[in-house]
């Protein structure tokens, strides 16, 4: 499954927020006996669509659809150079599909900088520019190459071409994630380029920021085109330890959040992650799984299980909306709300699907 990897300076609470994450983990809750890595947390994505469903279908339980973080250790400055264990921590980053940054903006005495300072702007530079770095190196190497390819192969040009325009936006201080329109990562797949990856950051804040909305709007513009959560990585943890709604509740209240941050958090990483869901209901389970952006209803089916691909005939689908409004499955078939769609059907969010297909 795909994962985010959590990065960021030391001290700016990655290890707090990765174990609120661990402990809010679907995997260690569920199955005690199953493997889990230790460096992996994965959380469900919210969704009361699915308590909804189980009312409508007398479900005996709902599942959601899970996202999963990789802590990635502290990457530091001179990561790309070799420095100490940068190159491990590049490998890691390189297995993760999206960046996941810890940016420090809560003040705290008593928690020391790395650089004596709040800065966020810098914090983020930092990062970028080893990933940059990186990038530059591994674009150096294969320069020569695909010219050499270019001179022969007119089907090499286009990784060429956009291998020189990778590197003058890396040159120019970019991530290529920061000038996605203007670079075909497709030709540029084969290199494995860091900076490619999607990001999300993730503001570490304390409840001055929580609570100041243009703060918090400038600091997302600043990120943009990357989602941006604000969270209170040590909140969020004490939010786990709490058992009653009321002082969940009130704990939230106090530093100006509707809900945990760890909610957020886990629909920004499906979101960056490029995910979206669709949902199955019956008496047994009410379910969200999960497929990439723009899948088609056959491939949808293969999550369930591959011959649901290979056997698909149709996909039974109305929207979640329309379900609801219309209180059954019977009734909103007989409203006209239910449509039969083929192979070529691009599944919709909220999607409630009934497979039909040969074995
Ligand atoms: P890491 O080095 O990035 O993994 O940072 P840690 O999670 O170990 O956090 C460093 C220190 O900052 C610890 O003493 C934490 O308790 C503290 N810390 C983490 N998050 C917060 C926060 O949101 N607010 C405050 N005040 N302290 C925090």
Redesign the pocket.
């Given at each position: 499954s795909l994962t985010l990897g959590i990065v960021?300076?030391?001290?700016?609470?990655?290890?707090?927020?990765?174990?609120a994450l661990t402990r809010n983990d679907v995997l260690a809750a569920n199955y005690p006996f199953a493997t889990i890595e230790p460096n992996v947390g994965v959380v469900p994505l919210p969704d009361p669509r699915l308590d909804q469903l189980a009312e409508v279908f007398g479900s005996e339980r709902t599942v959601p659809a899970v996202v999963s973080f990789v802590d990635i250790?502290?990457i530091v400055k001179g990561a790309s150079e070799g420095a100490g264990l940068g190159n491990k921590f590049l490998a890691n980053i390189r297995e993760a599909n999206a960046i996941c940054q810890?940016v420090?903006v809560?003040?705290?005495p008593?928690?020391i900088h790395v650089d004596d300072r709040i800065d966020p702007v810098s914090d983020i530079e930092t990062i970028n520019t080893e990933l940059i770095l990186a990038d530059l190196q591994t674009l150096d190497k294969a320069l020569h190459r695909l010219e050499k390819e270019a001179r022969t192969k007119k089907e090499a040009k286009p990784a060429l071409d956009n291998a020189v325009k990778a590197k003058e936006i890396l040159d120019g201080g970019r991530t290529l994630f920061q000038a996605q329109k203007e670079v075909d990562f497709e030709a540029l797949r084969e290199l494995s380029l860091l900076t490619t990856k999607p990001f999300l950051y993730v503001f570490?804040?304390?409840e001055g920021i929580l609570t100041d909305e243009s703060r918090r709007e400038e600091l997302a513009k600043m990120v943009a085109p990357a989602d941006a959560v604000f969270?209170?990585?040590?909140?969020?943890f004490e939010l786990l330890e709490l058992d009653d709604e009321e002082s969940v509740r009130e704990l939230l209240e106090s530093v100006g959040q509707q809900e945990p941050g760890l909610y957020s958090l886990a629909r920004a990483g499906f979101h960056t992650l490029g995910l979206q869901t669709y949902l199955t209901a019956g008496p047994k389970e009410s379910r969200a799984w999960t497929i990439p952006q723009g899948a088609t209803a056959p491939q949808a089916a293969g999550v369930i299980h591959t011959d649901f691909e290979r056997g698909f005939i149709k996909a039974e689908v109305v929207s979640f909306d329309d379900l609801i409004e219309n209180g059954s499955m019977a009734a909103a078939r007989s409203a006209g709300k239910v449509r039969m769609e083929g192979k070529d059907y691009v599944m919709a969010d909220g999607d409630v699907v009934e497979f039909r297909f040969n074995v």
């Open positions: 960021g300076l030391p001290n700016v609470g990655k290890s707090t927020l990765f174990n250790a502290g810890v420090r809560f003040d705290d008593d928690v570490n804040a304390d969270l209170d990585a040590k909140v969020e």
